[in-house]
């Protein structure tokens, strides 16, 4: 498929309410056709909460949500969430197919300003996952921090931000979105929650899809929830990969073990 059709949604989220957020998400991917991927917030079941794992909704309803909505939208459909696994408790971004096929990726850089590090264990592999045609890279939040860990070496057309980003950090989610997408040179999409949480902090959405050159495809107004969509063309990013092609001399040490 050289065309995906991509879909954000920028929305508030209930404070610990796993019941009453996904009856919010209902009512919105009932009205949702003809979509490739459509992507929710960071801990779209709780809100970027430290105690989340102890009241948070159990793994088998959260993906048996998704594969229903996956399987109703024909698309896949993904966010993180908050999880307790029996190694201890993760970020995890669940992405699932139609068909129910499940994707993780564990949340790898933790938020150390909000002790993140000390409720969640942190991920240890980079997962690319392919999808039509498509290789996406899904990320969270303070990863975008970090353009070594989502370094592309020609592996990934897509990157996908998931986000509790607050409101007065706005100019760096928004400068460092375009940046990962020109130093990439790929698509890279930015999800993030608005209204405020319990502890106090807003959150303005600021919710973006970047083309591989850091131009703006869509883009949600900030502070009011959001359906933001693009249709991105892998063509367009292969003749541009290959005209521009910046790639061939990125450093070679990375690894992603």
């Not at 919105?28 to 779209?44: A, G, K, Q």
Request: net charge negative; hydrophobic share 40%; proline share 5%.
């Amino acid at each position: 498929m050289s065309t995906l059709k991509l879909t954000l949604l920028q929305q508030p989220l209930t404070w610990l309410d796993g019941e009453a957020n996904l009856r919010h998400f209902d009512y919105l991917l009932e009205n949702i056709h003809d979509r490739d991927v459509i992507v929710l917030p960071e801990m779209f079941t709780t809100g970027f909460a430290m105690q989340a794992p102890d009241s948070a909704l159990p793994e088998k309803v959260v993906v048996g949500w998704l594969q229903r909505w996956a399987h109703t939208s024909n698309a896949l459909i993904g966010g993180s969430v908050a999880l307790t696994t029996p190694k201890g408790a993760v970020n995890r971004f669940l992405l699932v197919e139609p068909n129910g096929r499940v994707h993780f990726y564990d949340k790898r850089h933790l938020f150390r300003m909000a002790g993140e590090h000390h409720y969640y264990l942190a991920g240890k592999r980079r997962e690319i996952i392919e999808w039509r045609g498509w290789r996406i890279l899904p990320q969270i939040c303070y990863d975008l921090r970090f353009p070594v860990w989502s370094r592309c070496q020609q592996d990934y057309d897509l990157a996908l931000y998931v986000a509790n980003w607050p409101a007065p950090r706005a100019k760096h989610w928004q400068t460092l979105l375009a940046a990962r997408a020109i130093e990439n040179q790929c698509y890279v999409a930015g999800c993030n929650r608005v209204g405020e949480d319990d502890n106090g902090h807003s959150y303005r959405g600021d919710s973006v899809i970047h083309d591989p050159q850091g131009e703006i495809l869509a883009q949600a107004e900030p502070n009011v929830p959001a359906i933001v969509e693009a249709e991105l063309s892998l063509e367009m990013l292969q003749t541009y990969r290959q005209a521009f092609p910046a790639w061939l001399d990125q450093d070679t040490f990375l690894r992603h073990d």
